[in-house]
């Protein structure tokens, strides 16, 4: 049984950077693409990310271009989302989550992904 474990989320002040992490175990991530979503509160969760298969493919919302960055290595069963110049509204807790298919592309639709994590919070303050 996969389980995947987000980390790094944190409070941090506008404009900082943030490293999240989501590490597995169970089962490699190899062969299979990860999403990276968030939600605030009272809304819905939306797409932030994607890295797919092998990691030579990242996707992300227009909200984040440009600031954050999807990567993997594989060798630690790990997923990363770097993120700079970070705004309040970036303010959620965000989520990994794995494709249901293996050799999958960097796919935004939240029901692409079937294995998810307990989630990471992230606070940006103004």
């Known amino acids: 049984q996969l389980r995947l474990v987000e980390s790094g989320g944190e409070l941090v002040q506008a404009g900082g950077s943030l490293r999240l992490s989501c590490t597995a175990s169970g089962r490699s991530l190899y062969m299979y693409a990860v999403g990276w979503f968030r939600q605030a509160p009272g809304k819905v969760r939306e797409f932030v990310a994607a890295v797919n298969w092998n990691g ?52 935004p639709s939240i029901q692409t992904y079937d294995y998810w994590g307990q989630g990471t919070q992230v606070t940006v303050s103004s």
């Not at 970070?86 to 298919?101: G, I, M, W």
Request: aromatic share 12%.
């Open 56 to 107: 030579d493919s990242t996707r992300y919302s227009d909200r984040v271009k440009g600031r954050f960055t999807g990567s993997r290595d594989d060798a630690k069963n790990t997923v990363y989302l770097q993120m700079n110049s970070l705004k309040p509204e970036d303010t959620a807790v965000y989520y990994c989550a794995t494709d249901r298919d293996r050799y999958g592309s960097d796919r």
